[in-house]
């Protein structure tokens, strides 16, 4: 399995970025998959998450109305598209994929699957 995170940077406040994730090794097109992210000093929190089968998307608060998580499942890729972003939104994002089953949104720990991460400065 591999997750490869690419398109962080730094950006202005108020700018946007989009990051993808190119997934191999699993089954992309029915699997929840997410998007996390770690400030310094900080835990690791999930950002947003999409559940591949159904399309069903969800957010932390922090980032709605800002923030789309989307996929394209014929390309495996899995994307961020970050807007109006703040400092706040600082920190390494990752991106992680489980292909078990789960009733709710997985948590941090639930994933089996992670990138190596790509940094995000807001500055």
């Known amino acids: 399995v591999q997750l490869v995170e690419s398109g962080g940077g730094l950006v202005q406040p108020g700018g946007s970025l989009r990051l993808s994730c190119a997934a191999s090794?699993?089954?992309?097109?029915?699997?929840?998959m997410s998007w996390l992210r770690q400030a310094p000093g900080k835990e690791r929190e999930g950002v947003a998450s999409v559940y591949t089968a159904g399309g069903s998307t969800y957010y932390v608060d922090s980032v709605k109305g800002r923030f789309t998580i989307s996929q394209d499942t014929a390309k495996k890729t899995l994307y961020l598209h970050m807007n109006s972003l703040i400092s706040d939104d600082t920190g390494m994002y990752y991106c992680?994929?489980?292909?078990?089953?789960?009733?709710?949104?997985?948590?941090?720990?639930?994933?089996?699957?992670w990138g190596q991460g790509t940094q995000v400065t807001v500055s």
């Open positions: 992680a994929a489980s292909d078990r089953r789960f009733s709710r949104v997985p948590r941090v720990q639930d994933f089996d699957y």
């Open positions: 090794g699993f089954v992309f097109s029915n699997s929840w």
